[in-house]
């Protein structure tokens, strides 16, 4: 299907013009670490800022800067595992087939990827989970994400099961964008059969309500792997197919492949999908254990606010008596291509105690994050092991959490330090930051295209800012609202002292709203965007 790689030539939302063939087709998967992406070489002369909350998790957005770039790691619920197997059908015991695997009699309730979503429409957290190992999927609810449900359904009487298929890795994606209601859910899921040894080909079926499915439809097997995952890119509207790919010399390797209508996604030739990424040098292996060289597993990715985030699930060696170390990595994307990987620290580690519920496998959800109050949700899978093997053993879900846009902050101690951003244009009216600085103060200034500042919109005007809050309008005396500058080319220049700045964005609302993408969604939002902001912004 190579109508996929069309001529292009577009200009993203953020100013980035991609070139006239997309997906790039020159990328080399080796072990060497990737130059920086192409927008980050030559960024945009002048960066439109009307999508989303613009965070500093790279140098795209900046021109100069005093301040020091921190990145954050997300930090364990203390009361996890929010989801473990309790119920029969979660413990599948199939010890007496030598042909099953070993770990298929493992507790499971886990998710594969699978999906984790805030459904606007029932205001419920929606989870889809792996019930018994590779057995089923199953469903749970939640009104506060960290306190869960299985309802008992009708799909298997006196269960929560919503697919009783054997399966391996699965995504579930709440398509709040879909028009058709038949297909509002999308499950896209990978089959092995360990009794035959034969591969199954991707699968998709739709579902109004995310409980009972239609009937499966295929599609190709070319470059196909377990762990391959699928995400909708909403800034370009194509469906992204992240391929589980294999190279001898590397083992585990990730192609792309993009699609504008999802049954063509299921259809691609063997040559269309194209080399997009791995785990190189510098994903270390853990130093005496089995691996030359760490490897990637998986890649679940959404769209947050104005980026593409994915989660990078790498292995870096195999201990005995525990469970594989599988570890999540964060990257960036601004094209929705091209990764940024600054900070190659576990963003969500397993864990170091012994039997602990994340001892080993760590691994992502199908939507990766929620946007819950000032806080992002990650649900991740984790396995205990088991005394004196390598097996699973428990296989539970747990819950992560990060400060909302708190991937990275620009710092400042007690010198006031500064950063200006490069020309910007946007079309709102109120400015907003989310930055701490309740033992410090922040002033904003606007600059023209040749660095002269813009009154009334000074450094000394400005009302000093000294809080710590996700979201606070920015003010000048003697300006209602920045209605004067837009549509023009201007720059912001923010002197910070003893705080952080984790973001910035100029809404057309007073309520604060992005207009940007809240990944899979949260309690207040009402779609895939957040167009509501805070009802209070002061």
């Known amino acids: 299907m190579r109508q996929n790689r069309k ?25 060497e670490p990737k130059p920086l992406p192409p927008y980050l070489v030559s960024p945009p002369e002048i960066i439109p800022i009307d999508v989303g909350r613009q965070l500093f998790v790279d140098d795209f957005l900046i021109e100069q800067t005093t301040l020091k770039r921190t990145f954050h790691l997300a930090e364990y619920y203390p009361d996890n595992p929010v989801l473990a197997p309790d119920k029969p059908w979660e413990s599948c015991d199939y010890s007496q087939s030598p042909k099953w695997k070993p770990t298929r009699g493992a507790p499971t309730a886990m998710v594969f990827s699978d999906g984790v979503w805030y459904d606007p429409k ?23 994400g960290t306190h869960w449900e299985k309802p008992i359904l009708d799909v298997v ?31 896209f899921y990978y089959m092995y059969h360990w009794l035959t040894k034969r591969v199954f080909e991707l699968q998709i079926s739709f579902s109004s309500d995310g409980i009972h499915w239609r009937r499966p439809i295929a599609g ?30 590397i083992s585990r390797t990730r192609h792309y492949f993009e699609s504008w209508e999802v049954f063509t996604g299921l259809h691609w030739e063997e040559n269309d999908p194209v080399p997009w990424t791995l785990a190189d040098k510098l994903d270390l292996p853990r130093p005496g254990l089995d691996m030359d060289h760490a ?65 080993g496998n760590v691994q992502s959800a199908g ?49 006031e330090a500064i950063l200006t951003t490069r020309p910007v244009s946007f079309s709102g009216k109120y400015l907003f930051i989310n930055a701490d600085t309740h033992a410090g103060e922040m002033r904003v200034e606007v600059l023209d295209e040749k660095d002269q500042v813009i009154a009334p919109f ?57 207009h940007g993408y809240v990944a899979a969604g949260g309690p207040g939002f009402t779609g895939p965007m957040d167009t509501v902001g805070s009802k209070d912004s002061s």
């Open 220 to 249: 190709r097997r070319p470059l196909l792997g377990d762990r391959t995952t699928v995400f909708w890119n909403p800034f370009r509207k194509v469906w992204v197919f992240s391929l589980r790919s294999r190279i001898p010399e």
């Open 458 to 514: 000074t450094r000394a005007n400005c009302v000093p800012i000294t809080a710590d809050k996700t979201l606070q309008a920015v003010t000048w005396e003697g300006a209602k609202d920045l209605s004067a500058l837009s549509g023009k080319l201007v720059k912001f220049r923010f002197h910070l002292r003893n705080g952080k700045l984790y973001s910035f964005w100029v809404s057309p609302n007073k309520s604060g709203a992005s």
């Open 122 to 144: 029932d205001k419920l957290f929606k989870m889809w989970y792996m019930g018994g190992y590779d057995d089923s999927t199953c469903y749970a609810t939640s009104e506060d």
């Open 295 to 359: 490897q990637f597993y998986t890649l679940d990715c959404v769209a947050y606010e104005s980026l593409i985030i994915g989660l990078f699930s790498v292995i870096q060696g195999h201990q005995p008596g525990r469970p594989k170390i599988n570890e999540l990595k964060v990257g960036f994307s601004r094209d929705g291509f091209h990764w940024h990987r600054p900070d190659r620290r576990a963003f969500i580690p397993v864990s170091e105690q012994e039997r602990a519920w994340n001892y």
């Open 7 to 31: 001529k292009s030539g577009l200009i993203l939302y953020n100013g980035i013009e991609l070139p006239t063939i997309w997906p790039p087709q020159d990328v080399t998967l080796d072990m």
């Open 157 to 187: 009487p006196g269960t929560n099961k919503v697919c009783a298929i054997v399966r391996d890795s699965s995504t579930v994606w709440l398509d709040l964008e879909e028009k058709k209601p038949s297909r509002r859910y999308k499950m």
């Open 367 to 415: 939507g990766c994050c929620l946007v819950v109050g000032d806080k992002l949700y990650f649900y991740v899978s984790g396995r205990a092991g088991e005394d004196g093997s390598n097996e699973s053993g428990v296989c539970s879900t747990g819950l992560a959490t990060l400060r909302r846009d708190g991937f990275a902050s620009m710092d400042a101690g007690e010198m």
